[in-house]
């Protein structure tokens, strides 16, 4: 288990997980751009408005790679299926 610390808009934490040290950074690195990116958004208020808007834009790409996930796996079946229709 691997921990690292980082520091959110002033507040420390610690980050343990399975995962080596190089991909925890590279994980933290990707959620400080989208913290920087939520705070340059005009009419942003707090800490924790900027928080929620980072999280929307995280949620929002997860979601689309999750369905782009499950086109591509039914494209698949659809594939593994035409090819034992020709067995």
Partial sequence: MNTLEL???G???KVSSDKNRTEIAAMIRYL???I???GSVPG???SKDVLVLALLTVIEEYWE???EHRKIVD???EIEKTIERHL
Avoid: P, Q, R, S
Wanted: charged fraction near 50%; hydrophobic fraction near 30%.
């Fill in 75 to 77: 494209e698949i079946d």
């Fill in 65 to 67: 790679l999750k369905e």
């Fill in 36 to 38: 920087e990116t939520a």
């Fill in 44 to 46: 942003v208020g707090t």
């Fill in 11 to 13: 507040k420390t934490y």
């Fill in 32 to 34: 400080e751009e989208k």
């Fill in 7 to 9: 520091d959110i808009l």
